[in-house]
């Protein structure tokens, strides 16, 4: 009877380690980003926290203009600067795009300006794994940044080992902030197409389509301004077109 009671508690054992076992096994693959060898340092986390409030800042000024931290060609609307992003200085003709990568612009601009940040953002981590005992050697690299749908990806191309009972080396860190800027990027990209070949935009046939979406349309002394918005993030993104100028007193008399 003791025999079979000892053989029952030794499976149990073994059901409940297996189950551990598989439990961390399958908390490695679906949480990659919970690293025990590094102990309480998360690299994702840190840099995401370190990088926020600067990427946030800077992406709400150049959406402000156009994808530009110094337009040049802009109009000037109620102190915000409208960069032409479609642009035609002759009546009757529909405008020259003036852009036609706003994302991979926006994301140039972006990069040149917090990528100073980044840098220390990565001398910080390396701070925080040496104030844990560990050796780090470390090489600086360039940041990648990369507008996706939901989010912006931050690439820190910053290679880094380090050593305390083990070694660990990293190729890159990467994390994301959540934005809905991919979406108004590639709206205004749209807009653009046809503000240069029809002179104008159907704005409704935007907001059927994606209800998160908002476009406010402001005609002016032949300039046609944008906002674009995302109701649930409120953030914008604003630029200006002057397309199919039509001169001042130009059409039918009132009846």
């Not at 690299?43 to 990088?51: R, V």
């Not at 925080?128 to 940041?143: A, P, T």
């Not at 749209?190 to 503000?195: A, R, Y």
């Not at 906002?227 to 002057?242: D, H, Q």
């Amino acid at each position: 009877m003791e025999r079979k009671i000892d053989k029952r508690g030794q499976i149990a054992i073994f059901v409940v380690v297996a189950v551990v076992i598989v439990g961390v096994i399958v908390a490695i693959f679906l949480f990659p980003q919970i690293n025990v060898f590094a102990g309480e340092v998360d690299p994702s986390s840190y840099l995401k926290d370190c990088m926020e409030q600067d990427t946030t800042e800077t992406m709400e000024l150049l959406a402000s203009q156009g994808g530009y931290l110094n337009p040049e060609n802009y109009v000037l609307y109620q102190d915000n600067k409208f960069t032409y992003l479609c642009y035609s200085s002759e009546n009757y003709k529909t405008c020259t795009v003036q852009q036609p990568l706003i994302k991979a612009n926006f994301e140039k601009e972006l990069k040149a300006q917090i990528e100073p940040r980044a840098r220390q953002c990565v001398r910080d981590l390396e701070e925080q794994y040496k104030k844990r005992g560990y050796e780090v050697e470390s090489s600086s690299g360039e940041l990648n940044v990369s507008f996706v749908p939901g989010r912006l990806v931050l690439s820190f191309l910053s290679p880094m080992t380090i050593r305390k009972e083990g070694v660990q080396t990293f190729r890159q860190f990467t994390t994301s902030l959540d934005t809905e800027m991919y979406d108004l990027l590639m709206t205004a990209s749209s807009i653009i197409d046809f503000e240069s070949t029809l002179g104008d935009t159907d704005t409704l046939l935007y907001i059927q389509y994606y209800p998160d979406l908002t476009i406010d349309k402001l005609k002016r002394d032949g300039d046609t301004l944008y906002i674009l918005g995302n109701v649930l993030t409120e953030e914008e993104f604003k630029f200006a077109s002057r397309s199919l100028v039509w001169p001042p007193g130009y059409g039918l008399e009132e009846i």
